[in-house]
């Protein structure tokens, strides 16, 4: 007698938020487009709705949490460096960000699609929230233990505006990457290394040099 064969089902993988967010970046990538709805994005990704609500109140929650993993990776990889004990702040707002538009860099079609998608820059902003809440509490801390060091409270630096400052030199630089069509995008780094140095020596009181210096990079820059 033949044995009847038997057909073994393939079981569905389960979405984990990482396989959400790497399903949701190539749909953006292959699509030129977001998903319209969760239901259809649920469906492509052989799930429903209930599975991707464990993860994700929203789509747009996901854009939000992308930022939030390039920070995240961006941090963990500059502190798995041994030498980055030895930084000093400046030095680590350096790293974090040349290693953040690195991270970038490595995902630029997606980055460039999301950041250009409407009309409006406040709308295209808005995925930046938890970003912008990270970015700040990065140069808080940083500021937070420069000023423990310093016994005298008049050296100390103001937390809440050097924290708002980073956060405006992200926006730069950020604008700068994208409008940037050097090789391997070093004029970027040329205006992170700047950029870092004007506002750390604005908050040690001697900027004039550096101000000057950047502010002619600047123009050279809005010239050529």
Same mark, same amino acid.
């Given at each position: 007698? %033949?044995?009847?064969?038997?057909?073994?089902?393939?079981?569905?993988? #389960?979405?984990?938020?990482?396989?959400w967010i790497?399903? +949701?970046?190539?749909?953006?990538?292959?699509?030129?487009? /977001?998903?319209k709805s969760? @239901?259809?994005?649920?469906? &492509?990704?052989?799930?429903? &709705?209930?599975?991707? @609500?464990?993860?994700?109140?929203?789509?747009?929650?996901?854009?939000?949490?992308?930022? %939030?993993?390039? +920070? =995240?990776?961006?941090?963990?990889?500059?502190?798995?460096?041994? &030498?980055?004990?030895?930084?000093?702040? $400046?030095?680590?707002?350096?790293?974090?960000? +040349?290693?953040?538009? %690195?991270?970038?860099?490595?995902? $630029?079609?997606? /980055?460039?699609?999301?950041?250009?998608?409407?009309e409006s820059?406040?709308?295209? !902003?808005?995925?930046?929230?938890?970003? $912008?809440?990270?970015?700040?509490?990065?140069?808080?801390?940083? =500021?937070?233990?420069?000023?423990?060091?310093?016994?005298?409270?008049? !050296?100390?630096?103001?937390?809440?505006?050097?924290?708002?400052?980073?956060?405006?030199?992200?926006?730069?630089?950020?604008?700068?990457?994208?409008?940037?069509?050097?090789?391997?995008?070093?004029?970027?780094? /040329?205006?992170?290394?700047?950029?870092?140095?004007?506002?750390?020596?604005?908050?040690?009181?001697?900027?004039?040099? $550096?101000?000057?210096?950047?502010?002619?990079?600047?123009?050279?820059? #809005?010239?050529?």
């Amino acid at each position: 007698m %033949e044995k009847k064969k038997t057909v073994t089902k393939k079981k569905s993988v #389960k979405m984990t938020t990482e396989k959400w967010i790497s399903s +949701y970046m190539e749909y953006v990538l292959e699509h030129e487009t /977001v998903p319209k709805s969760v @239901y259809k994005f649920a469906k &492509e990704n052989k799930s429903n &709705e209930e599975e991707f @609500y464990q993860s994700f109140g929203s789509l747009e929650a996901i854009q939000k949490e992308i930022w %939030e993993q390039f +920070y =995240i990776k961006s941090v963990t990889l500059m502190q798995a460096a041994p &030498e980055v004990d030895s930084f000093s702040n $400046r030095e680590k707002m350096l790293t974090f960000f +040349y290693t953040f538009f %690195e991270m970038l860099t490595a995902n $630029r079609s997606y /980055v460039l699609f999301m950041l250009n998608r409407n009309e409006s820059t406040l709308k295209n !902003l808005e995925q930046l929230k938890g970003l $912008r809440k990270n970015v700040k509490n990065f140069a808080k801390d940083l =500021i937070a233990e420069d000023n423990d060091a310093k016994n005298i409270k008049l !050296l100390q630096k103001n937390e809440t505006v050097f924290s708002e400052g980073s956060w405006l030199q992200m926006m730069f630089l950020l604008k700068f990457w994208m409008d940037d069509n050097s090789p391997q995008f070093e004029k970027t780094d /040329v205006a992170i290394e700047k950029s870092v140095n004007t506002i750390f020596d604005v908050f040690d009181n001697t900027p004039l040099e $550096r101000v000057l210096d950047f502010g002619k990079f600047l123009f050279k820059e #809005k010239m050529a």
